[in-house]
Nanobody
Framework: QVQLVESGGGLVQAGGSLRLSCAASGRTFSSYTITWFRQAPGKERGFVAGIRWSGGWTYYAGSVKGRFTISRDDAKNTVYLQMNSLKPEDTAVYYC??????????????????WGQGTQVTVSS
């Protein structure tokens, strides 16, 4: 079992940067695929980026590719989402999710059984 805590959200101007962190409890963090999702007001939750438990494979939504970078530090039980060139449409609550030994469809939020509480990102124009 793993508990996830997101941090790093805030208010930033368009074109700015933020780094989100997803810190996890537990001794088997390296065995979890970790994925970021986001939900804007009035919209469904959507996939942002994921990093696999083995090999460090990374996956991105088309809307963030080239601007966002996901990485993990298993020694610190933490996954990061570096967000650059932020746009007002990136405004949302960002959640990290986890599933152990998962190599399936990263963008399907139904596949994840552990979730954090979310962190708000607001990008002003």
């Amino acid at each position: 079992q793993v508990q996830l805590v997101e941090s790093g959200g805030g208010l930033v101007q368009a074109g700015g940067s933020l780094r989100l962190s997803c810190a996890a409890s537990g001794r088997t963090f390296s065995s979890y695929t970790i994925t970021w999702f986001r939900q804007a007001p009035g919209k469904e939750r959507g996939f942002v980026a994921g990093i696999r438990w083995s090999g460090g494979w990374t996956y991105y939504a088309g809307s963030v590719k080239g601007r966002f970078t996901i990485s993990r530090d298993d020694a610190k039980n933490t996954v990061y989402l570096q967000m650059n060139s932020l746009k007002p449409e990136d405004t949302a609550v960002y959640y990290c999710a986890a599933r152990q030994y998962y190599s399936g469809t990263y963008s399907d939020d139904n596949e994840y059984n552990y979730w954090g509480q979310g962190t708000q990102v607001t990008v002003s124009s």
